[in-house]
């Protein structure tokens, strides 16, 4: 079994009221920051799969990102296959996007 390393983001969907977005952008005059608008917040996992192979690993990653990290009716997510075991290095590709609704 080899290891896999994934990030995956999980952010409001588009329409979704976002309360930590707009207290974020709220805050940004008291910072003296103007040019920012449109701010939207959410969340990244980061995950260590064991797998007999690298779509093993993406099948199980999708499987948790719509049942377990993201809420279908308020969110979608995207997925990335991150290169080595450190958090800090750059993730190697996009590979999949999307929401339990489209999934089921």
């Known amino acids: 079994m080899a290891s896999y390393r994934f990030c995956v983001s999980v952010m409001p969907r588009e329409g979704i009221l976002d309360p930590q977005g707009r207290a974020v952008e709220l805050s940004l005059?008291?910072?003296?920051?103007?040019?920012?608008?449109?701010v939207r917040v959410g969340r990244r996992v980061e995950l260590?799969?064991?797998?007999?192979?690298?779509?093993?690993a993406r099948e199980v990653v999708q499987h948790l990102a719509q049942e377990l990290f993201s809420n279908p009716l308020i969110e979608s997510w995207s997925m990335e296959s991150l290169v080595g075991e450190s958090a800090d290095e750059a993730p190697q590709e996009s590979l999949e996007s999307g929401s339990a609704v489209a999934a089921r």
């Open 48 to 56: 260590t799969v064991e797998a007999a192979s690298e779509p093993s």
């Open 29 to 38: 005059p008291h910072l003296d920051v103007d040019s920012v608008r449109d």
